[in-house]
């Protein structure tokens, strides 16, 4: 652990405020935070300036004009696998290394395991591949000497550790999965369900306990309401049985293959076709309407999705997204998301 103590002196150098925690290795679970001392609900753990943030203004405008457009994420990817410099090399030597990744992470996996992941974590692989492609086609035609295995192993830093950032100075935000810093000795903190509260100003983030914690305890945060399929494929890791609140499973598998063509149809045209989630609690709101359609005629199935007909239930109401679909209650739709504050990743 010298290096972790070496790099928390690091951090403290340039500003980070740390109260009662420390860098601890948690079997199975990396380096994480654990109490050294009790804490009460409402006590600050940690406060990082916002000058010791890597962004999108710490990238030297060298690389960024160098390679011109490209996501917030691919930039900082960019960087970190260019970076040789020696003073930021204390925080560089405490990250996960390119074997832990490969443990972990589905998208280092050989396409043979990949193929067995459930199907709503193979969507988000896919989309994690399309995301890496083209950061990587921007990155590769300025920088051809850079290895792919590099620059996908800081993609993967960047993927798994950022935290939400609001950019004060810019005029039109990037999409809110792009709104990326990398914080110092924050991005130790692990996930939970329900965790530490992290807030984001002008000044920098801090990190303070939502309810006592006592000494010798791992100390969380919430990466946001994700399913155990999201963790997997996002962060390599997915919760014990019966622990995640938030964890869901998908049912397109299921119920997608009795609908007939026209059926489909219908239900692509009025926005409730897929999506369909059995949380812990219930079958999504999407899905039983979905499923209605195979109990009553079309006609009949249209005036209720429009509003005309009143369910057997006496319920009825829907919302659209900005896409046109139905809204669900699946909560990586609707769900507070650490990309929001805490967003590790
Ligand atoms: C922000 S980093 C946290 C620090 C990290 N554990 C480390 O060793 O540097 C996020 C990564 O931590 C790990 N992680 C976070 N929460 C976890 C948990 N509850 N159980 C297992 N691993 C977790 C995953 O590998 C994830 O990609």
Redesign the pocket.
Known sequence: MEVHKEFTEWAVSRGVKINGIAAHRFP?????IIAKKSFEAGETLLSVPTTALRTVHTVPKTISRAIGKITVNGLLSAELALDTSEHRAPWRV???TRE?FLE??PLMWDSSLQALLPDACQKLLSNQKRKVALDWAAVSKTYSKLSYDLYLYNWLLVN??TFYFLDAKAKKQPPRDDCSALSPFA??????PHGCNVSFSATGYEITTEKHIPKGAEI?IS?GNHSNDFLLA????I?PSGTNDWDEISLDAYIIPLFSPTQKKHLEDHGFLGKYVLDKETVCYRAQVALRILCVGLRKWERFVEGYGVASDGEFGESRDADGNAEGHNSEEVGADWRVIAK??
Do not use: K, M, Q, W
Not at 187 to 192: G, L, T, V
């Open positions: 199975g679970r990396g380096i994480s405490v990250l996960p832990d972990s992470v798994t550790r991005d130790y903190f692990n996930h939970a969380y990466y996002e962060y390599g890791f919760l590790c990743g």
